[in-house]
């Protein structure tokens, strides 16, 4: 089990730039894989990006591809979404979400991860 906690939530105009930060807690490993999904009011949820702990590899989803840059921070234990050039339509509520032991599994499925946590509201202004 891993605990998550986001943080770094708030209110932009568009063209600006927020950073979200998930702190995480509990037993990870080299094979863990930690993600960020989305959801606006009635949308799916939407996977945004996903890094390896080691920080080796990341993925990102196509709609936020060249704005939006995930890393680790050893020393803190977290994982960041660093955001900019935001559109009113990356407005939703941000997840972290970790994937304890990963075999290939598709990381852009919802599914396929281990332990979610609270959220945290984005809101981008036009």
């Known amino acids: 089990q891993v605990q998550l906690v986001e943080s770094g939530g708030g209110s932009v105009q568009a063209g600006g730039s927020l950073r979200l930060s998930c702190a995480a807690s509990?037993?990870?490993?080299?094979?863990?894989?930690m993600g960020w999904f989305r959801q606006a009011p009635g949308k799916e949820r939407e996977f945004v990006a996903a890094?390896?702990?080691?920080?080796?590899?990341?993925w990102y989803g196509d709609s936020v591809k060249g704005r939006f840059t995930i890393s680790r921070d050893n020393g803190k234990n977290t994982v960041d979404l660093q955001m900019d050039s935001l559109k009113p339509e990356d407005t939703a509520v941000y997840y972290c979400?970790?994937?304890?032991?990963?075999?290939?599994?598709?990381?852009?499925?919802?599914?396929?991860?281990?332990?979610w946590g609270q959220g945290t509201q984005v809101t981008v202004s036009s």
């Open positions: 979400a970790a994937k304890i032991i990963w075999y290939g599994q598709a990381l852009g499925s919802d599914s396929n991860y281990d332990n």
């Open positions: 509990g037993r990870t490993f080299s094979s863990t894989v």
């Open positions: 890094i390896r702990w080691s920080g080796a590899s990341t």
